[in-house]
């Protein structure tokens, strides 16, 4: 069973790599979110690995590589545990939540399928699915960093700042959306008002 491959970069596709190491070159799966993040070919590159079994019988084996444990941990949970999704949907999934490790497990043990919507781009269907499958299950999987949208409801306590998100909604954005694009303008910014902290969201979005 392989954990990790580390050699050099042969080649790279937005859905799968080459790597070589050891005279072999091994084709690897990777998501975007990975891929947006290696090396030029030639460059050295380390994979965590999850094999899939596929074809009749299980004879075919898949690669599919991430560069960090938190990445394949949370993409082994997710095509472990959410019904009716294979490998290569589990993928699909694991780009989306690498917006945020933190803020999707957050969203799952509050289940709050509104932000898994609004911030990570699930269906409605498929978030009720995630938070059902994942709830009492995710506490158990380690994720590193903060939550990027912890901040947010503080901020929008401040009138300025809840006017206009709420100006932003009003435009037609999401919720979500409105009170992260205000919070990156934001920055502390007591003395901006309501027109230049808009002006300066919609930048943001």
């Known amino acids: 069973m392989l954990d990790y491959l580390n050699g050099i970069l042969d080649s790279k596709s937005t859905d799968a790599v080459t790597v070589e190491t050891g005279g072999i070159g091994y084709k690897v799966y990777v998501p975007l979110s990975t891929y ?19 074809g009749m019988y299980g004879g075919v084996i898949s690669l599919y590589g991430f560069l960090t444990n938190e990445e394949r941990d949370m993409y082994m949970l997710i095509k472990d545990e959410v019904p009716g999704t294979g490998a290569k949907k ?19 043990l509050s289940k709050n399928a509104s932000m898994l919507s609004d911030i990570f781009g699930f269906t409605k269907k498929t978030s009720d699915k995630l938070i059902a499958a ?9 994720v590193s960093g903060p939550e990027k949208w912890q901040s947010i409801n503080a901020e929008a306590e401040n009138t300025v700042a809840a006017e206009a998100a709420a100006g932003l909604v009003a435009l037609g954005y999401k919720e979500a ?3 992260s694009a205000v919070s990156k303008a934001y920055q502390g910014n007591c003395g901006i008002t309501l027109e230049e902290l808009i002006k300066k969201a919609l930048k943001h979005l």
């Open 177 to 179: 959306q409105a009170r």
């Open 36 to 54: 947006s993040k290696l090396p030029n070919a030639g460059g050295a590159v380390k994979l965590y690995i999850v094999e899939a079994a596929a």
């Open 90 to 108: 589990a993928m699909e999934y694991t780009d989306k939540i690498s917006k945020s490790f933190a803020d999707f497990k957050s969203a799952v």
């Open 134 to 142: 994942l709830k009492d299950k995710i506490a158990s999987v380690s």
